[in-house]
């Protein structure tokens, strides 16, 4: 579905991005991986995603909190697969405190990667995909885009602002075959999950057993971790063409978390 296409997929080394990457690839779009990690794990697992995909899978260590890096990546993934139809921003860090107790190094950091690493790098792929005149941004916000929590409050704003953010860009560029949308997943058991039940099982005084019964799940009305396929599945319709009159919008992945 997605021969001759080509994606940055940020924050692709763990969890959601992972498999985002990998279905993309699957689906033959060339895809470019990124993220924090083990230099010999990533080259592992460029050759083997490259191997069972015959696509082209490049991988950048640009730091999402820092715009020139992320510049640099657009840049590179360009020359290296000659376009960027398909960006997906994905990268993303918690943390987990009161507000009056918040670290301001952390509300800056998860400002930065969470938030404005999506419009550094929209910024820098919406030059080739206007020229092109086709082009998916995705962005992985949260159920928290849409509704918050307690303790959260730099995740809660950053992903607010990312959906503000994904329906400004999918309003500027409407009338072009370049769709914007943010997914909104509920909780995924992924590394950033398991984190959590930690910081949360602290700032609680739980058990983790009862973090994810009572804290966790609790929002949760159908009860269990969305699928990371699932995910990457909505990901990968959001690419399609059956997608192109589907943009600016926040769609909830979140077993009933956001109908209440
Ligand atoms: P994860 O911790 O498994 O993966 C995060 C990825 O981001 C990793 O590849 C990591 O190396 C990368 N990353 C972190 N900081 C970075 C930086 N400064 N520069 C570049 N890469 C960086 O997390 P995940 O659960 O897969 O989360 C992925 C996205 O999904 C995040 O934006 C998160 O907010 C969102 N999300 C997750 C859940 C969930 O339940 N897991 C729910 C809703 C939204």
Request: hydrophobic content about 45%.
């Amino acid at each position: 579905m997605l021969k001759g296409r080509s994606a940055i997929v940020t924050g692709s080394t763990s969890g959601i991005g992972l498999e985002i990457a990998r279905t993309l690839a699957r689906s033959g779009a060339n895809v470019m991986l990124n993220g924090f990690g083990d230099s010999s794990q990533i080259k592992a697992l460029r050759s083997s995603l490259a191997e069972a995909t015959g696509v082209r899978v490049e991988y950048s260590s640009a730091d999402m909190s820092r715009p020139d890096q992320i510049a640099g990546m657009v840049a590179e993934a360009a020359a290296a697969f000659g376009a960027v139809d398909i960006l997906v921003n994905n990268a993303g860090i918690q943390f987990v405190a009161p507000v009056d107790e918040f670290p301001d190094d952390k509300w800056s950091q998860i400002l930065a990667i969470n938030l404005s690493s999506n419009f550094h790098a929209i910024k820098a792929v919406l030059p080739g995909m206007k020229h092109r005149q086709w082009g998916r941004i995705i962005n992985v916000a949260s159920a928290h885009g849409l509704v918050a929590s307690p303790f959260k409050s730099a995740y809660v704003a950053a992903k607010h602002g990312v959906v503000g953010l994904t329906k400004t860009v999918a309003l500027e560029v409407a009338e072009t075959a370049i769709t914007c949308n943010a997914v909104c997943p509920g909780y995924v058991k992924t590394p950033l999950v398991e984190g959590q039940i930690k910081d949360q099982a602290r700032v609680h005084g739980m058990s983790e057993h009862e973090v994810v019964r009572e804290v966790i799940l609790a929002s949760q009305p159908n009860k269990r971790f969305v699928g990371l396929e699932e995910l990457a599945q909505v990901v990968l319709f959001l690419c399609s063409d059956a997608a192109a009159s589907i943009t600016g919008t926040a769609l909830p992945v979140d077993g009933g978390w956001t109908a209440r």
